[in-house]
């Protein structure tokens, strides 16, 4: 199939990219910077997903679109929500307006696990009115979806906006690693490769319609997660917690709040966490 990928150069997206491309599908990657791991099998287009001729062109002719694009940080979201109404929902209404206008047949959509929270601020606030969007979209247009509800990913190409990224980046210069929430908050991190590979497995006719939760197989404390950060570095990393409770995350589930009920897809093959985090270290080392 021909697949747009929005958003393709970015963490997530870029492995999606590359999943897409090694299962054979055509692959066009639309951004606002050129991909750093673009494959030569694939195609780039740089431009803003606000820019509605741009984004139609490089839609048409499409099977499949897919849109990673968006302000995913909390804090930063926090701080630019005209920002965040602008490319989270405008953007996302110029992806869809042109998936209806050129009869794109699946619409899939990177929303977050914060659409069941009260938390995560004005990030949440524009996952949820995205999706609403989306979903009214299939009722009046018939403009097929998946809407995939990501949990707290990490793993290689991530950078300073992922939580796990700077905690080894914080213990391998500075020997310590602050974290500003609770010690015992759960999160349930999924390597963002398993989360590229169940990205794919959503094609299929019976993930159509459908909002799928893509999270790790089980909840880890922070502290737990830190502790073995500590371990796997062989140092003695100092832990500071600030107990911070400003910042919009959520403590021990985001589930407080209850939109359309969505499907959770969990592959029975997976990244160990150890390993995942053994690979974001030698990358860190060798980036040094």
């Not at 409770?245 to 009920?261: C, E, F, M, N, Q």
Request: hydrophobic share 35%; aromatic share 10%; proline share 2%.
């Amino acid at each position: 199939m021909n697949i747009t990928v929005f958003g393709g150069s970015g963490f997530l997206g870029s492995h999606v990219c590359d999943k897409l491309t090694e299962v054979g599908h055509a692959v066009s990657i639309f951004d606002l910077n050129e991909s750093k791991w673009l494959k030569k099998d694939q195609s780039m287009v740089v431009g803003d997903i606000l820019d509605l001729k741009a984004v139609e062109n490089v839609i048409s002719g499409a099977d499949v679109v897919f849109n990673f694009a968006g302000i995913a940080d909390l804090e930063e979201a926090m701080n630019k929500p005209r920002e965040t109404v602008e490319v989270n929902i405008l953007g996302n209404i110029n992806i869809l307006e042109s998936c209806k206008k050129l009869n794109v047949g699946r619409y899939v959509f990177a929303s977050t696990v914060y659409v069941y929270s009260r938390s995560g601020g004005f990030y949440r606030c524009s996952k949820q009115a995205s999706e609403a969007y989306i979903e009214n979209y299939h009722e009046q247009y018939g403009l097929e979806y998946t809407i995939l509800r990501y949990g707290s990913l990490y793993g290689s190409r991530s950078d300073k906006g992922n939580a796990i990224y700077n905690f080894i980046a914080q213990a391998i210069k500075e020997k310590k690693i602050v974290y500003d929430g609770s010690p015992d908050a759960l999160r349930e991190y999924i390597h963002v490769e398993d989360a590229a590979s169940a990205s794919i497995e959503i094609l299929k006719p019976e993930y159509a319609n459908e909002n799928v939760t893509l999270t790790g197989h089980q909840s880890m404390r922070v502290k737990d997660l830190l502790h073995m950060i500590q371990e796997i570095l062989g140092e003695n990393i100092q832990l500071d917690f600030n107990h911070r409770t400003d910042l919009g995350h959520y403590d021990i589930t985001p589930y407080s709040y209850v939109p359309k009920i969505g499907k959770k897809l969990a592959s029975p093959l997976h990244i160990d966490m150890g390993q995942g985090l053994i690979q974001l270290v030698e990358e860190q080392y060798n980036n040094k």
